[in-house]
């Protein structure tokens, strides 16, 4: 089975764009979740939904970040306009939601950098 | 909020040596997950802790729930090159909705052949 799929890999973009991030969780998992990862903060959940339903947004930075999960196997994460300290790695994650030791699995992540 | 702290923040040791890596908090936690990060990857999670004092072992590594559920440990015997890695903890909250995890900073593991 395919697990979490991301797109782009990788993002290089000048600050004022918008970046749009992607992702695909696996097929039958009911949670899906926005991470960021930097050396200085770490692992940082942004945003996770469930049944398609944002829960909780409280990480997301500000409202530059915006994040969508239009159905059961897409959601994209939207940054506009783009700044340099957005530069990180995105990591999108999918469970089954069933409790709360639920495995979470990870994709391979997006590498932005906003120049 | 809840936060778990890590230690060390970073780790080299020579092949065959053995580590412990520590994940604190002040908070009580559900339950307690340990992930294994590669560069350019995302992590993988290795093991999961429900229950004060329990302890699981995965070939050479021992994991530790501590009796209060409000930290963990991860052992590992005779490290080898392939342990290499970022480990993060990462703990669960009973009353978060939809399995939302709080993750330590992690420790950064370079094992030398």
């Known amino acids: 089975d395919a697990g979490v799929i991301q797109s782009p890999r990788h993002e290089v973009t000048e600050m004022g764009q918008e970046v749009t991030l992607r992702c695909k969780p696996i097929?039958?998992?009911?949670?899906l979740f926005w991470y960021r990862q930097t050396m200085m903060r770490g692992l940082e959940l942004l945003i996770y939904f469930n049944n398609n339903v944002p829960i909780d947004d409280s990480g997301m930075p500000e409202d530059r970040f915006s994040a969508k999960m239009p159905n059961a196997s897409f959601s994209t994460l939207k940054i506009q306009p783009s700044e340099p300290r957005d530069s990180a790695v995105y990591f999108c994650?999918?469970?089954?939601?069933?409790?709360?030791?639920?495995?979470?699995?990870f994709g391979p992540g997006t590498r932005l950098t906003v120049l | 909020t809840q936060l778990l702290e890590q230690s060390p923040q970073f780790l080299s040791i020579q092949e065959g040596e053995n580590l412990t890596v520590y994940c604190n908090s002040s908070s009580v936690f559900s339950s307690l997950q340990w992930y294994r990060q590669e560069p350019g990857e995302g992590p993988v999670l290795l093991v999961t802790?429900?229950?004060?004092?329990e302890v699981k072992k995965l070939k050479r590594l021992t994991f530790q729930f501590g009796d209060a559920r409000k930290d963990s440990s991860l052992h590992i015997t005779a490290a080898q090159p392939g342990d290499t890695g970022l480990y993060l903890c990462a703990g669960a909250n009973a009353y978060n909705q939809g399995g939302k995890l709080i993750f330590g900073q992690g420790t950064e593991l370079s094992v030398k052949p």
């Open positions: 802790v429900v229950t004060g004092g």
């Open positions: 097929s039958g998992h009911n949670s």
């Open positions: 994650a999918s469970s089954t939601r069933r409790s709360s030791t639920d495995t979470q699995y």
